[in-house]
């Protein structure tokens, strides 16, 4: 079979290396006899397996001591709900930056508990660019300041950490582990596990101690951060099949040389598609201005819509797979996590070229 190159937003492509290992463990993990989905998440292999997954996250991402990893379930959309009800009070306002889709469904989430400021808003660029930072209006007393920092769909990533006196909270579901990141600057760090952590069912928490046990009285158990922390994410029954699978992604990641080397590489991927859309003289186009273009997700329009079928049937049949934009943009969107090769993305900038030279 020939290589194929799945450009999906998520979930997502993972390692070759440890899908096969997945395979080779499946049905006898370590020795034990047991598949991990078999095993009981409070038996001696799986503890040993979420502390592995633990300490490499910490690893990666040089966590400090004071801030606890939660491994949930609920994906991005849970974090939405549980960041007012946990880090807000009735009647507080907390302030929001829109620069998009997801910032937009967060923002609608709080809305239902707290009193919303949007600190900057995309709108009027149509979520091309992110306002100047100096241009922020931040409330006086915000509970905290909430902003995502890659939207997935409108391809806009922040080059910067804002500055923030009050929490600062991140939905990074879509960069996380793509480059270093300093997490002392952050509050709470969420992210859906399927792009660049392994599977979906899982979603990541960095949260600082000090922010544990403030959730509203009303807030559902399962809601509060805290009750997660406690049980050392073993409440209930966590997602242990995608702990496993995160694990080895991870371990993964140490071996690329970690998060600076894979930067790197992400860097140099991004550059090859931005450059073959603005070498094409117009027959491509992206419309995210240079210093906000996402080094995960690129998305891109071709300029002549008709020509969009014919597009994504030839890219298929060269083995080019889930290039569609997102149903609410059209166009094409080329998602390019830490797991996509750097051969996956030459073989798709050259096939970019070539349909332009034949259909331009
Ligand atoms: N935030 C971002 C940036 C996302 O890309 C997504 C999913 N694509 C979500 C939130 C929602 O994630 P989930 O489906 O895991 O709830």
């Known amino acids: 079979m020939s290589p194929v190159f799945n450009f999906s937003a998520g979930p997502a492509v993972l390692p070759r290396d440890v899908l096969l290992t997945v395979q080779d463990e499946l049905v006898d993990w370590h020795g034990s006899g047991m598949c991990v989905m078999e095993m009981s998440h409070r038996g001696r292999e799986f503890t040993q397996i979420i502390h592995e997954a633990e300490a490499d996250l910490r690893k990666l991402l040089n966590i400090p001591s004071n801030y606890r990893v939660l491994f949930m379930q609920g994906g991005a959309h849970f974090q939405f709900s549980m960041l007012p009800l946990n880090l807000s009070r009735e009647g507080d306002t907390v302030d929001y930056v829109n620069t998009g889709h997801w910032s937009k469904i967060a923002i609608k989430e709080a809305r239902r508990f707290a009193n919303v400021l949007i600190a900057a808003s995309g709108e009027e660029s149509h979520f091309s660019s992110i306002p100047a930072e100096a241009s922020w209006q931040r409330s006086a007393n915000a509970a905290y300041l909430h902003y995502c920092s890659n939207e997935t769909i409108g391809g806009v990533e922040f080059p ?41 069912g899982l979603t990541l928490v960095i949260v600082r101690e000090d922010l544990l046990g403030h959730a509203r009285p009303s807030t559902p158990t399962m809601l509060d951060y805290s009750v997660h922390a406690d049980a050392e994410s073993l409440y209930n029954t966590p997602p242990t099949f995608g702990i496993y699978v ?35 003289n117009g027959f491509y186009t992206c419309p995210v201005e240079k210093p906000f273009r996402s080094r995960m997700n690129v998305p891109f329009m071709l300029h002549d819509d008709a020509l969009d079928d014919a597009f994504l049937g030839d890219a298929k049949a060269a083995g080019l797979l889930q290039l569609k934009g997102h149903r609410s943009v059209g166009g094409m969107r080329a998602s390019i996590y830490n797991a996509m090769t750097l051969d996956g993305v ?10 332009a030279r034949t259909h331009g």
């Open 246 to 280: 995160a694990g080895m992604v991870f371990k993964w990641l140490l071996e690329q040389g970690g998060l600076a080397a894979i930067e790197q590489v992400n860097i140099e991927k991004a550059a090859l598609l931005y450059e073959a859309i603005d070498a094409s």
């Open 346 to 355: 030459q073989t798709l900038a050259s096939f970019m070229r070539e349909f």
């Open 160 to 200: 910067f950490i804002p500055h923030s006196e009050v929490p600062l909270i991140c939905d990074m579901s879509s960069n996380i582990l793509s480059r270093p990141v300093d997490v002392s600057k952050f509050g709470l760090i969420y992210a859906g596990a399927q792009k660049n952590i392994g599977p979906s």
